[in-house]
């Protein structure tokens, strides 16, 4: 287990730990932070079987990463993670129903997906991202996996213009090698939006970038989440060890 001290948003400083969820009651809590941050706080619309849970046919088949405040053993940090082995007998990645991604198929056997990655209000700071990123750095080599890849998520709150500039700036220093570009099922129609606005590119995204990951294509648009999603894709060959220092050394 990695721990590391942290000062919430709002209070005192806090020992917080991260570590892969092997209990359902411990799944449950993820599931339930998921909810609370993506329907109650981002009014996403969720398909889901139980009230207060944000649960889909992926979670089954998915290791999920929490970051857990020790006082009071609250979940407060998450990331879903889909290992090759298991997407390969469910037959697809979640981000295959946003992207074809024909052109990943030879990086498959080595390929792990992130997704519903999100953090309690309270929490959001660089000491819980730090460990939800070692966490996935232990990940990745316990599980001897090369490559990163997920959907990085752009606020559609503004009708679309904001994620639009955003791509224009990604699209001039952030894209991957032509044999590794995806493409969208549902669109962003960027010729219809305003993508010349001064923006600032969301931390995490920018948190990906910094640590070398390419983005493989256009937007898409996610209607349930109201969000312009990106596909990243990180080599951890490509890694930038200055900067991937800062979080894979947290304390054991």
Known sequence: MLQLDSQP?????RKLSVSLATTKETIRAAQALRYKVFAEELGARLSTREPGLDIDLYDAWCD???????ASNEVVGTYRILPPSQALRLGSYYSESEFDLTRLQHLRAGMVELGRSCVHADYRNGATIALLWAGLAEYMQRNRCDYLVGC?????????????????????KSMSPVEWRVFPRCPLPLDALDGKQIVDIPPLLKGYLRLGAYVCGDPAWDPDFNTADVLVLLPLSRMNQRYARHFMHAEA
């Open 9 to 13: 948003a709002r209070g005192r400083h």
């Open 64 to 70: 999920h990463l929490v970051v857990r405040d020790d």
């Open 152 to 172: 990085a998520s752009i606020s559609m709150a503004d009708g679309g213009h904001m994620a639009a500039s955003i791509y224009r700036e990604l699209q001039q």
